[in-house]
């Protein structure tokens, strides 16, 4: 994401923010820190989307000087299978996609998405 947007959606989050407060003014200190809590969590699943896209290891298989993850069974190197979405879920509740490159164990077939 590039700053601009950052930008923007941080000072969206300000702006419902202090919708919300002005919605809720005799709402308690816990009520606001729940609110802005969950409104940041939004963006911390962004960051960590982000942070994880930047990775060069979503993209192995196309590089041949950067070896291939292996197999934690066999020990063998995957052979990439092209790229699939996983959606997991932040420690916020919120979900993050990240698209990656997926492999396949030539020796027990298992796929999966390398963890590094």
């Known amino acids: 994401m590039e700053r601009n947007e950052w930008l923007s959606m941080s000072e969206k989050v300000l702006s419902d923010v202090k919708e919300w ?3 809720h003014p ?3 200190f ?3 820190e729940d609110e802005v809590h969950r409104r940041m969590v939004q963006l911390e699943a962004q960051l960590l989307q982000d942070a994880a896209l930047e990775s060069s ?3 192995w298989g196309r590089d041949r000087s950067e ?4 197999c934690p069974t066999c020990h063998v190197s995957l052979q990439a299978r092209g790229k699939r979405s996983r959606t997991l879920q932040g420690n916020g509740g919120e ?3 990240l698209t ?3 492999g396949t164990c030539p020796k027990c077939g298992e796929s999966f998405f ?3």
Request: aromatic residues 4%; proline residues 16%; glycine residues 0%.
């Open 21 to 23: 407060r002005k919605a």
């Open 26 to 28: 005799k709402a308690t």
């Open 30 to 32: 816990v009520e606001i």
């Open 57 to 59: 290891s979503r993209e």
């Open 67 to 70: 070896p291939a993850p292996t």
């Open 95 to 97: 979900s993050v996609t």
């Open 100 to 102: 990656r490159t997926y």
């Open 114 to 116: 390398p963890p590094r």
